[in-house]
Nanobody
């Protein structure tokens, strides 16, 4: 079983940066898809960024492309989301997720989810 724990959220002013971390424990497969997703109050969950433990492909929502970067540290079993040039509309709870059969990009089909971390961007 894979367990995921997010951290790094907080309050930041527009234009600022945050780095989210997702620490994974338990067995992970080298072809697992890893995704960052977010959900704002009253809105549906949306895909933000994704990658795989093995391989270099990355995927981004158009709304964050050029501002957010997903990366991995396999030795630490950790996935990161570097968020730059943050906007108030980025405010949401951010979740990391993992799945063996997810075809990125997708907001569905993940097998494991973290508890979420709140990101609030003030105007």
């Amino acid at each position: 079983q894979v367990q995921l724990v997010e951290s790094g959220g907080g309050l930041v002013q527009a234009g600022g940066s945050l780095r989210l971390s997702c620490a994974a424990s338990g067995r992970t497969f080298n072809n697992y898809a890893m995704g960052w997703l977010r959900q704002a109050p009253g809105k549906e969950r949306e895909f933000v960024a994704g990658t795989r433990w093995s391989g270099g492909s990355t995927f981004y929502a158009d709304s964050v492309k050029g501002r957010f970067t997903i990366s991995r540290d396999n030795a630490k079993n950790t996935v990161y989301l570097q968020m730059n040039s943050l906007k108030p509309e980025d405010t949401a709870v951010y979740y990391c997720a993992a799945g063996a059969y997810v075809r990125l990009p997708s907001r569905n089909g993940y097998d494991y989810w973290g508890q979420g971390t709140q990101v609030t961007v003030s105007s």
